[in-house]
């Protein structure tokens, strides 16, 4: 094994260099949500239970409000009976019946909060609302009430500023457990 000094941050150390030809190293490694939790404080949890008013109707909202990406990195969900729950990229318009949900920061040490409209609703989408233009990224298929299982998008999705994402339900006979993390990434 040979040494090479690396420039930059080194100070003079050196690394090793194995017989392939491959840098040896000594790592710790995080995720990037970790990473964001840790050293930036601005992970969130966003939890909320609601069962629609009727078939295919708008049962969660995020909007973001911040000049910073939200990248939604896994959602947590739990139904009580049958249904697809769907998630849509892109919707925009107003909401119906809107409750605010607040996010909670992942470091419990911080004072951070989410920027954006974070919201529940039996039907977000009815009434006079406006919501038009989402595209579906993911369907979930519960053949029956079951237990909470996570998802985790392979590329995230991604909501830059005043873009939203929105969870509907296909059957008002469920209720919906979910619990949506994401961070803030510029």
Not at 33 to 41: A, G, K, Y
Not at 77 to 102: E, F, H, P, W
Request: aromatic share 8%; proline share 3%; hydrophobic share 35%.
């Amino acid at each position: 094994m040979s040494g090479i000094q690396i420039e930059g941050h080194s100070k003079g150390l050196t690394a090793g260099v194995n017989d392939e030809g491959r840098l040896e190293s000594d790592c710790v490694t995080t995720s990037f949500e970790q990473h964001t939790n840790i050293h930036e404080s601005k992970s969130y949890y966003m939890g909320f239970e609601q069962s629609p008013t009727a078939n295919d109707d708008c049962i969660g909202f995020i909007k973001n409000g911040s000049a910073d990406d939200i990248i939604v990195s896994a959602i947590l969900i739990q139904v009580s009976a049958a249904c697809d729950v769907y998630i849509k990229l892109g919707d925009s318009g107003t909401r119906n019946a809107a409750t605010d949900v607040t996010p909670v920061n992942g470091n419990a040490g911080s004072g951070n909060t989410a920027s954006g409209d974070f919201e529940k609703g039996a039907d977000l989408d009815g009434g006079a609302a406006t919501m038009a233009g989402g595209s579906t990224v993911a369907i979930f298929r519960f053949v029956a009430a079951t237990n909470s299982a996570v998802y985790t998008p392979p590329s995230s999705w991604i909501l830059p500023k005043n873009t939203a994402m929105s969870i509907w339900c296909s059957s008002s006979a469920a209720t919906v457990l979910a619990n949506v993390l994401f961070f803030y990434h510029d």
